[in-house]
């Protein structure tokens, strides 16, 4: 059913620092239920009998940003295009599934439901607009179409609604720039348009997967503005993916940290610079180019991310963490740090680790 647009129906050199960063302040309710809650998601592809994802665990309350963060090909896009019900139809084996979204269980293998929520209650931008548009239709149409996917509104309305949400974003004289097709707009100007299109049916949950990294710095700066203020506006909630630490300290609220398909760690983004639990955050975050102090080599993480052939057992990290040992063949526990961080080792919290190591 259609509704209207009113909404109604060992010894390790890791430095723990965060190089100048100041980190976003905001205030994190832990009493309210998740805007949306992935408890368990795990997937493969292929014959492969190794899952891709394994045991994806996160959440974002409404009016907060979550940002997940890893290194390319760790699965964060995966996750979400998931999410989304947008994986290549028969490629993608998903083998356990939990979620809840407003609280309600949000199931994977419904294709109705996911096209109803997709667009409506949960919408996405990517990191290259110009492959997300379609190049042979206006702007203004694409924004139309996707209103009158899911609101029972007259192709006026619909127009009306697409000059709205230009405007809305920033775009200059949008009853003209309704008419110009994508080709003809800067690429700061394509990805407001993609966002004007994802927040035109006001969804609770943006999803926004590196929607910065193919614009300049400037640009990247006035689009992740306008998210956060359009986040004010309207109280969504947001997950940013992103591999830019400078992001993530900036804007988030929460931060989940990925590796080789795994959450293994996630908390408010103070705690995750400030005192991160797992080796590969404090690797990750020691990665970081200094703001200040003398110059000196980056810290890198040694070794190289497995594959599906090669992932060993138990702990995903294990191959490459100085603080390895013969328990770390086994699954990890969750630990619960308190506060709402966690992280997936056998040695957390770190003081455990270091007395054992």
Do not use: W
């Not at 975050?285 to 060993?312: F, H, I, N």
């Amino acid at each position: 059913m259609k509704r209207g647009l009113d909404g109604g129906e060992e010894a390790c050199s890791f430095n723990q620092s965060t190089n100048g960063l100041t980190l976003a302040q905001n205030s994190l309710s832990s009493a309210s239920t998740p805007l949306l809650e992935v408890r368990a998601l795990s997937l493969g592809f292929g014959p492969s009998r190794t899952e891709l994802l394994k045991g994806v665990r996160y959440a974002v309350n409404a009016g907060q940003t979550l940002c997940i963060v890893g290194e390319s090909g760790c699965g964060k896009s995966v996750s979400s295009l998931a999410i989304m019900g947008l994986l290549p139809k028969g490629a993608a084996r998903i083998t356990e599934a939990d979620i809840r979204f407003r609280g309600e269980p949000y199931d994977l293998s419904d294709p109705a439901a996911l096209r109803r929520h997709r667009g409506a209650d949960i919408a996405i931008i990517f990191q290259e607009p110009m492959t997300s548009l379609n190049p042979a239709f206006r702007v203004g149409d694409q924004i139309a179409e996707a209103v009158t996917a899911h609101n029972d509104v007259s192709d006026a309305q619909a127009r009306d609604r697409a000059i709205e949400m230009l405007r809305r974003v920033g775009i200059p004289a949008p009853e003209a720039r309704m008419n110009e097709y994508p080709h003809q707009l800067s690429g700061g100007m394509r990805q407001r348009v993609m966002i004007a299109m994802a927040l035109a049916n006001d969804p609770a949950l943006l999803i926004a997967d590196e929607p910065t990294t193919a614009l300049d710095v400037t640009i990247q700066s006035q689009i992740l503005d306008l998210i956060r203020n359009l986040q004010a506006e309207t109280g969504m909630g947001t997950i940013m993916i992103t591999h830019d630490l400078g992001v993530v300290a900036e804007i988030a609220d929460t931060v989940a940290v990925m590796y080789a398909g795994t959450i293994v760690e996630a908390g408010p983004v103070e705690r995750i610079f400030n005192d991160p639990q797992h080796p590969y955050t404090i690797g990750l975050m020691s990665s970081m180019p200094k703001l200040t102090g003398p110059r000196e080599r980056l810290a890198t993480v040694p070794g190289t991310v497995p594959t599906t052939d090669t992932m060993p057992p138990g702990c995903r990290f294990s191959t490459r963490c100085p603080f390895a040992r013969p328990i770390c063949a086994e699954t990890p526990p969750d630990h619960a740090l308190g506060d709402g961080h966690r992280a997936l080792c056998h040695f957390a919290p770190l003081n455990q680790r270091l007395e054992r190591a």
